[in-house]
């Protein structure tokens, strides 16, 4: 389907080359994009131009979280069957989405703590970590954390998603049971542990990607690439975060954050952490 927004003017011979304009109900376009819905998802809550601004981008980011939600997830059970090709197109796919997000930001990088405070209160106890889309990206990673569904209690099908992601085995889980199948010594006290908690780095999976980097033969040059677009996901989460941080102490300094959450010094801590910490340690002893 062509996303060409204006009418072609081109000619071909003598016969003009038009569109046709004539549909009965809606446009296909329309019928495919939900256009007029998307468009009409914006109810801004005070008097402040800027506020557009903000909410739109907010709805874009949410947008973004779905399809990467959706390739990690692709990756994840093309992992779990061993087709590392369809994995890694999936893996490719969502650094440029994840740049598409991070760029996201562009718009509020530049808050002033003023033009910030003109329509903060209309997000009420609203926050960003409330987004459960954005939790299901975070459980993706290994992230993992049963208080963050408390939330969601009140929305049961949301609940019932995060619940069943909270469970589920994490893509650098089936990473890690995939690298065991190609016979690296990945323990069995990772590979059997409990999925629901938070993902904790290990000094043997350190190992194990130490000899991929160090001792793959010719024929396992495909542990390294799939090493390498890992590393280059989670630097991308890593700017992600910083980026988050650093719009948030522009535009807001050192206050809590809406929704009672710290503000700056809980993302202060978040952009310490490494998403899959032992392809990071491991390159000291490579």
């Known amino acids: 389907m062509s996303l060409h927004h204006d009418a072609p003017d081109a000619q071909h011979g003598n016969e003009p080359e038009t569109p046709n304009l004539d549909f009965q109900g809606s446009t ?7 256009a007029d819905v998307l468009t009409h998802l914006q109810h801004p809550l005070s008097e402040d131009p ?12 949410e947008l973004w979280f779905t399809v990467i939600v959706h390739e990690w997830r692709t990756a994840a059970q093309a992992l779990r069957q061993d087709d590392l090709p369809t994995a890694m197109a999936a893996l490719k796919r969502s650094t440029y989405e994840l740049e598409s997000l991070n760029a996201s930001w562009k718009p509020l990088a530049h808050l002033t703590p003023g033009q910030f ?13 409330q987004s459960a889309m954005y939790r299901r990206m975070e459980f993706l990673l290994g992230e993992k954390s049963a208080s963050m569904l408390v939330p969601h209690r009140g929305t049961p099908r949301v609940h019932a998603e ?21 016979g690296r010594a990945v323990p069995d006290t990772v590979l059997e542990r409990d999925r629901s908690l938070r993902y904790e780095p290990d ?15 010719a024929d396992e040059s495909d542990l390294i690439r799939l090493g390498e677009a890992l590393t280059e996901v989670a630097e991308l989460v890593w700017r992600w975060r910083n980026d988050h941080l650093v719009a948030t102490r522009r535009a807001m300094g ?15 801590k978040r952009a310490t952490k490494n998403v899959f910490p032992e392809l990071w340690t491991a390159r000291s002893h490579v």
């Not at 000094?203 to 793959?216: C, G, K, L, S």
Request: proline share 4%; glycine share 10%.
């Open 28 to 34: 296909p376009y329309e019928d495919y994009v939900q």
């Open 50 to 61: 800027g506020e557009m601004v903000f909410l739109v981008t907010t709805q874009v980011m």
């Open 117 to 129: 405070n003109a329509y903060r209160s209309a997000l009420g106890e609203g926050s960003g970590f």
């Open 162 to 182: 995060l619940e069943k992601a909270l469970t589920e085995p994490s893509l650098y889980d089936e990473v890690l049971a995939f690298l065991a199948r190609r």
């Open 203 to 217: 000094p043997a999976v350190e190992r194990v990607w130490q000899e991929v980097y160090t001792e793959a033969r």
């Open 254 to 268: 050192a206050k809590s954050g809406t929704g009672g959450s710290a503000g700056v010094a809980w993302l202060e």
